[in-house]
Nanobody
Framework: QVQLVESGGGSVQAGGSLTLSCAVS????????LAWFRQAPGKERDGVAT???????YSAESVKGRFTISEDRAKNILYLQMNNLNPEDTAMYYC?????????????????????WGQGTQVTVSS
């Protein structure tokens, strides 16, 4: 199992940008999937983006063209670059990981397959 620690959240005005980081410690092995999720107050946790050990990425429709997931393998850091933020992006953002599975990322509806989670970092976007 890996340990995940998010950072980089904060408050920003609509149209602004933020970059979230997630420090990954422990062994991910050669096959893994890393992901960002978010949960707004009173709402369910939703998937935002995933990246696997091959560097293949996937983003939710709501963030496509605005958010970019990436990974620095040398530093063991997962990133989420968020541009053109709007108030609907306000949420607690979590990074998550699943190991093995040939690096196939689970669908966002199968969150239980992500076995490691960070504590979250808050993003607040004001209009």
């Amino acid at each position: 199992q890996v340990q995940l620690v998010e950072s980089g959240g904060g408050s920003v005005q609509a149209g602004g940008s933020l970059t979230l980081s997630c420090a990954v410690s422990g062994s991910t092995g050669s096959h893994y999937c890393l992901a960002w999720f978010r949960q707004a107050p009173g709402k369910e946790r939703d998937g935002v983006a995933t990246i696997n050990n091959l560097g293949v990425t996937y983003s939710a429709e709501s963030v496509k063209g605005r958010f970019t997931i990436s990974e620095d393998r040398a530093k063991n850091i997962l990133y989420l670059q968020m541009n053109n933020l709007n108030p609907e992006d306000t949420a607690m953002y979590y990074c998550a990981a699943t190991i093995g599975g040939f690096g196939v990322c689970p669908s966002f509806s199968r969150q239980s397959l992500f076995t490691s989670w960070g504590q979250g970092t808050q993003v607040t976007v004001s209009s």
